[in-house]
């Protein structure tokens, strides 16, 4: 497909994972791929706006009911959407319903008339994986056929080798952390036409993994700090998005400055390969 390689606005939709947890900053605030590539693309875009109105723990038809129809009305160039796992990932969840929320979503996106992108998100290498890992690709089987009834781009997060790898991920083992988002950015640089910063699926080098003791202790500390409040919400009908607005509510003009995505990485770097080496 033939694309513009050149964008002056951008608008993201979704829920935690285009907010931008858990890539946090000194402030508490978050960044995440999409800040990262809004500053990007504004780097090489005068005037460049940006948009992000993904608020964490949002369903599919949250996102298709409160961000979808503002999204579209912005005319953006280019416009993201990822969601729907926080669906397949609750106890009970009928796919069939969060495929067609999904379908309207990106329809009402495609209304716009901007680029639309869709994502595979990636998945942590563990148990909790392959016990989702049904629902999860029964969605993103669906996502195929949404692609190509809008023409929109589709970005495999989910066959990364890189992004399973636990080291790209933050302790609440629900998000990427910094060095994971980087490598998302440059996945979807490189998916709208732009030219390669990085191998972005690169594996990570090779280390020992930790003992016993120190995955027990892990195991314990995620129990107590993530794991019971995830449930706590879910029992009470509660989400860690209630009454957060939107990260980014209008297309404005954007001027962060960021460095390329990965350019900052030393675990990027040392993944990269050599002069007449291949990636492994």
């Known amino acids: 497909?033939?694309?513009?390689?050149?964008?002056?606005?951008f608008v993201a939709v979704g829920d935690s994972f285009t907010e931008g947890m858990s890539d946090?900053?000194?402030?508490?605030?978050?960044?995440?791929?999409?800040?990262?590539?809004a500053a990007r693309l504004a780097a090489s875009s005068p005037g460049f706006r940006y948009a992000n109105l993904a608020v964490r723990g949002k369903l599919i038809g949250q996102i298709a009911d409160e961000q979808c129809g503002p999204a579209a009305a912005m005319g953006a160039d280019l416009v993201t959407?990822?969601?729907?796992?926080n669906d397949v990932l609750r106890p009970?969840?009928?796919?069939?319903?969060v495929c067609a929320r999904f379908e309207e979503a990106a329809a009402l996106l495609a209304r716009g008339g901007g680029q639309l992108v869709l994502m595979r998100s990636p998945g942590r290498q563990g148990p909790v994986l392959e016990?989702?890992?049904?629902?999860?690709?029964?969605?993103?089987?669906?996502?195929?056929?949404?692609?190509?009834?809008?023409?929109a781009v589709v970005v495999d997060l989910y066959a990364s080798r890189a992004l399973s790898d636990p080291r790209l991920w933050a302790d609440d083992r629900l998000h990427l952390n910094a060095e994971g988002h980087r490598r998302v950015a440059e996945a979807v640089w490189q998916a709208i036409?732009?030219?390669?910063?990085?191998d972005w699926d690169a594996p990570l080098p090779a280390a020992a993994p930790p003992g016993r003791c120190a995955?027990?202790?892990?195991?314990l500390r995620f129990a107590r700090e993530h794991l019971v409040p995830w449930m706590g919400r879910r029992l009470t009908g509660r989400s860690s998005g209630d009454g957060r607005?939107?990260?980014?509510?209008?297309?404005?003009?954007?001027?962060?400055?960021?460095?390329?995505?990965?350019?900052?990485?030393?675990a990027w770097r040392k993944a990269q390969p050599g002069p007449g080496r291949r990636p492994a």
């Open 24 to 37: 946090g900053l000194p402030d508490g605030s978050y960044r995440g791929w999409a800040d990262l590539l």
């Open 215 to 219: 995955r027990r202790a892990a195991d």
């Open 245 to 266: 607005p939107a990260k980014r509510p209008e297309l404005l003009p954007y001027e962060g400055s960021i460095a390329p995505a990965g350019a900052g990485s030393s």
């Open 193 to 198: 036409g732009l030219p390669a910063g990085a």
């Open 131 to 151: 016990r989702f890992r049904p629902r999860m690709e029964q969605l993103f089987a669906h996502l195929d056929e949404v692609a190509a009834r809008h023409g």
């Open 81 to 85: 959407l990822v969601g729907g796992l």
């Open 1 to 9: 497909m033939e694309m513009n390689a050149r964008y002056t606005s």
């Open 92 to 97: 009970r969840c009928e796919v069939a319903q």
